[in-house]
Nanobody, 123 residues
Framework: QVHLVETGGGLVQTGGSLNLSCAAS????????MAWFRQRRGKERDLVAAINWSDNWTYYVDSVKGRSTISRDNTRGLVHLQIKNLKPTDTAVYYCAASHYATAVTAPNYVDWGQGTQVTVSS
C-alpha cells in the first residue's frame, strides 16, 4: 500500500496559480503512475493530470491543458501539480492517487488515495 498526503490548496483568486504537492510513502516500488483528481460539489471525481513514475508520459484533461503542469521527484517520493490562470470552475477537492499501471487515466485503476485538499477559487 502507498500512503499519500497532499499539501497546498486553500483560497485563491481567479487568475491566480495553484501549487499542490503529494508525498508518497510505503510501497512506492509498486507505483506505475501518479495522478491528481478533483471532485466538485455534487459531481464525480475526475482526473486532472497523471504522470508515469519512470518515464516521460503525462496526461492532462482538456480543461487544464496548456495551463497545468504535473511533475515528480522520484527520489523524494513527491508529485506536484501546478495550475495557472485559475477559474471558479477549478474549485474542488483535489486528490492525489497512485496506480500500479504505467498509463492509467481512469479512477478505478488507482488503488491508493490521499485524503484530499480543498481548493476554492474566488470570483
Amino acid at each position: 500500500q502507498v500512503h499519500l498526503v497532499e499539501t497546498g490548496g486553500g483560497l485563491v483568486q481567479t487568475g491566480g496559480s495553484l501549487n499542490l504537492s503529494c508525498a508518497a510513502s510505503g510501497r512506492t516500488d509498486t507505483v506505475g503512475a501518479m495522478a491528481w483528481f478533483r471532485q466538485r460539489r455534487g459531481k464525480e471525481r475526475d482526473l486532472v493530470a497523471a504522470i508515469n513514475w519512470s518515464d516521460n508520459w503525462t496526461y492532462y484533461v482538456d480543461s487544464v491543458k496548456g495551463r497545468s503542469t504535473i511533475s515528480r521527484d522520484n527520489t523524494r517520493g513527491l508529485v506536484h501539480l501546478q495550475i495557472k490562470n485559475l477559474k471558479p470552475t477549478d474549485t474542488a477537492v483535489y486528490y492525489c492517487a497512485a496506480s500500479h499501471y504505467a498509463t492509467a487515466v481512469t479512477a478505478p485503476n488507482y488503488v491508493d488515495w490521499g485524503q484530499g485538499t480543498q481548493v476554492t477559487v474566488s470570483s
